[in-house]
């Protein structure tokens, strides 16, 4: 099999995204985490004319939501871009990363707080609950508050 370079494989990753977001099958969809700031923004125009083919939306994301949900490495000073259809659905995201703040800040995100804001997120994704269940049992590298 021919190996693909990393900006071809992100390109493909983030025009299946936006075909799912445009077909109905995710309500939001994450671009894979990068390292750097300047290798998000080098897909952004490639990003933007998949966005404008499958009638998406793109918001850059420098300060990832982070939760149980996913290995805290995964995200954790990662830039990636979230891609969605309805303005209500980034409006959702942004309100859930505003409730962890304030959670943390009032320093009451543990239990029940903590597991419904990973539910939220991965309900927002479009993860079907055995799989959200799963994902957060399975990950062993939570964030450290």
């Not at 290995?71 to 659905?89: C, E, R, T, V």
């Not at 703040?101 to 609950?129: C, H, M």
Request: proline share 3%; net charge negative.
């Amino acid at each position: 099999m021919q190996n693909l370079d990393a900006f071809s494989y992100q390109c493909g990753v983030i025009d299946c995204f936006n075909e799912m977001v445009h077909a109905g099958l995710k309500t939001l969809a994450l671009s894979r985490p990068m390292d750097s700031a300047q290798e998000r923004d080098a897909l952004i125009p490639f990003a933007r004319e998949s966005c404008a083919r499958y009638g998406t939306k793109l918001y850059i994301e420098d300060e990832p939501l982070l939760t149980d949900l996913f290995p805290i490495s995964m995200n954790l000073g990662k830039h990636n871009m979230l891609l969605y259809q309805a303005d209500h659905i980034l409006d959702q995201y942004l309100r859930l990363k505003r409730w962890k703040e304030s959670l943390v800040r009032e320093k009451v995100y543990f239990g029940g707080n903590r597991t419904q804001i990973a539910w939220d997120f991965g309900r927002l994704l479009s993860y079907p609950e055995d799989a959200i269940r799963r994902l957060i049992a399975d990950n062993q590298e939570k964030e450290q508050l």
